[in-house]
């Protein structure tokens, strides 16, 4: 993204970074004013996007945010969060990320993230980055560090998030967020929790994954287990784990009520932020202390932990009404005094991020993106064991052998999920009825691949255990109170698809749900079809420019 600015384009950016202060710190400024309009189009402009080849997303800035209803109170909502601005120490140039979200579904989001110095009077555009997505929630935004400009260390800072959103309804959304930054940085934190264990070498080595289950039989795949009783208006409660130390460049004051100051807040990737107000985490400043290993009192410790059997002292993100897994992203900053007034504040963050941490000194740590494992079929559904007896998948336990390929395949862990909400309700031609979560596979005859269960239609044929098939009858959904949703982990070995049978259809376990959501989400055909016609020039470009970029 373009860093130097046009007169036309100083004067834009002049006009919406006084309308940014006037509102106040992150609130939404936009609807209405056809110079935040103009403001829009450079920013589209000055990322690379034409609009011969880009004509909706001109189009939607042209027309302004449509009027859309407040989204519904809850532990997850709509949200923009400025994720961190940082320094680095040699160079000075400026590197920031921020992530927006929302609850709704959406077809396109076009985002752009700029840094602005403005101690000199006219603004200074010292860092800038884009990220235009397709059929996501949730999206993050990064400057591009090798574009960025130099700042003085004490000069405050003005970030600018913007956004132009197409839902998946035909309704817009297009508008600004401001927040200023001006806390000097330190070195990065170190980090204990959460992470990806050491010593696990098989499953998801790109998240670090946290399990809801009534008992395990190893650690083989997961790196946490939580309790699957810690939960809130009987959806699961979110925990995330957070320990480790920061050390600061200055002694820190004594520590009190207000000192420090922390900031956490969780995105899910199927949408909506929880952001916990300083209000909301001062219940855990108490596990903040100084480290008494350092005697020059620049080192804070903090150890907020999650068990087995309850919830701890973990950070609780309220209730999620998840249907199958998740990915989340994490963010926390940590705000300390020091002791002598006149070295003013010092910051540091941890955020999740798929990105390698290029820069040890800025006082951001990456840690991998959290996945929760939960899901996916109600109690009551008949899986067939090794020697072909069936029992209730919620009385299953680690170490029972279930009918998967030839000699059968033992269960490593049982997941399971308080659920209340919506389920999907096949039935069959032979009597048979599945009930679960729509994303749950269910396997076709002749075939090693699994389609998700809500994308079968009355007539579609599915495997069953016999070694034969039925054909779907009717597709319905109904409403779930108190319930629970349940799945087994199968072990890998013997090698093949992870297959069980449950009330005499195919279906798969944990793993292939997830690598099949992955795949669906990946898919560009798969994409195209859920939007609306007026995005496919758009999406085709887009495409064609993620090509040519590779």
Known sequence: MRNILTRDETESV??????????????????????????????????????????????????GATSRPEAVAGAFADGERLDFVSTHRRTGNIHARATVTRVDPVARMALWLQIFDQSGGSPVLLA?????????????????????????????????????????????????????????????????????????TQGDRDDIVIGLARGFGSLTDVDYWFWEENKQDNHPSVLVPFTGSIQFDFPIAPLSDGNPILQFYLSRQEGGTSDLTIADTQKYRQFFQLDPQDPSNRTIKFALRATAADAGNAIDFGPSPWVSDTKTFFSATVTVRFADPSNGA???SVVSSTSPNADQT??????????????????????????GSTKPIEDFEAGDIVLSGE?????????????????????????????????????????????????????????TANGGSTSVVSVDVET???GGLFNLWLETDPPGPTIMAANGVLVGDYQIQTSLLEKVRNDPEFVRAKLPKSLHADYASWLEDRANAR
Do not use: M
């Open 14 to 63: 002049e006009h919406v970074l006084k309308a940014l202060v006037a509102a106040g710190e992150g609130v939404r400024y936009g609807r209405g004013d056809p110079r935040h309009i103009d403001f829009l189009r450079y920013c589209a402009i000055r990322s690379g996007h034409a609009e011969q080849r880009y004509p909706a997303l001109f189009q939607t800035i042209a027309a």
């Open 128 to 200: 800038s980055g884009s990220s235009d997505v397709f059929d996501r929630q949730t999206a993050t935004i990064e400057t591009i560090p090798a574009d960025a400009r130099s700042r003085a260390r004490d000069v405050t800072l003005q970030s600018v998030i913007s956004y132009v959103i197409y839902y998946q309804d035909g309704t817009t959304e297009s508008g600004s967020t401001g927040r200023s930054w001006s806390h000097g940085a330190t070195r990065d934190p170190v980090i204990q929790d959460p992470a990806i264990r050491s010593d696990r």
């Open 346 to 348: 010092g910051w540091a």
């Open 362 to 387: 800025d006082g951001v740590a990456y840690i991998k993106p959290i996945v929760y494992v939960w899901h996916c079929l109600v109690a009551g559904t008949q899986i067939t064991l090794a020697d």
């Open 407 to 463: 000699r059968g395949r033992r269960v490593q862990a049982t997941l399971a999920q308080p659920h209340s909400g919506p389920v999907v309700v096949l039935t069959f031609d032979n009597g048979a009825v599945l009930r679960g979560s729509g994303t749950h596979p269910v396997f076709t005859p002749g075939s090693e691949n699994a389609v998700q269960a809500a994308s079968l239609r009355p007539g579609d044929k599915v495997a």
């Open 480 to 482: 779930v109170e108190n």
